[in-house]
């Protein structure tokens, strides 16, 4: 578990990174929306395992996903872009406006955190034999 935590660790701290340049560095368009949507879904995911590194990767990736969402439903209230005139980081966290498309992107990118989570579990428990099922927990 140990092991699981810091890669989850090392690897949010990246997409931190990354994350932060596709939001700030990168002029707005379609893309770099999608990117950064698909990011923090990712981010999301990466968290839970840092903080819950024994749960199933199934529930991981629900939970991920039905934060993402709920952030994304709560725009619908104006409260994050009310917040943001007071804390110039909370868009980082709750974004700043409703995106249908949203909705699509992050079960998505979830799926694709859980696949990889699953592959580098295999490639660090088994030496890269398989053995990381989608559910287990590694």
């Given amino acids: 578990m140990r092991r699981r935590r810091v890669v989850a660790g090392s690897v949010l701290v990246a997409l931190v990174g990354v994350g932060l340049v596709v939001a700030r560095g ?3 368009s379609v893309a770099t929306d999608v990117a950064g949507d698909a990011l923090y879904a990712v981010a999301a ?3 839970l395992v840092l903080v819950w590194p024994r749960a199933r990767r ?3 990736a629900a ?3 039905g934060w993402c969402v709920a952030v994304e439903l709560l725009q619908l209230s104006g409260l994050p872009a009310d917040l943001a005139q007071h804390a110039p980081l909370v868009p980082l966290v709750l974004g700043s406006g409703f995106d249908p498309r949203d ?3 992050y079960p998505l990118a ?3 955190a859980l696949a990889v989570d699953a592959g580098v579990s295999g490639l660090l428990l088994h ?3 398989g ?3 989608v559910g287990r927990r590694e």
Wanted: net charge neutral; proline share 4%; aromatic share 4%.
């Fill in 26 to 28: 990168l002029p707005d």
């Fill in 45 to 47: 995911y990466t968290a």
């Fill in 58 to 60: 199934v529930v991981l």
């Fill in 63 to 65: 939970v991920a996903t």
């Fill in 103 to 105: 909705l699509a992107v």
């Fill in 110 to 112: 979830v799926v694709v």
């Fill in 127 to 129: 030496g890269g034999r």
């Fill in 131 to 133: 053995g990381a099922g």
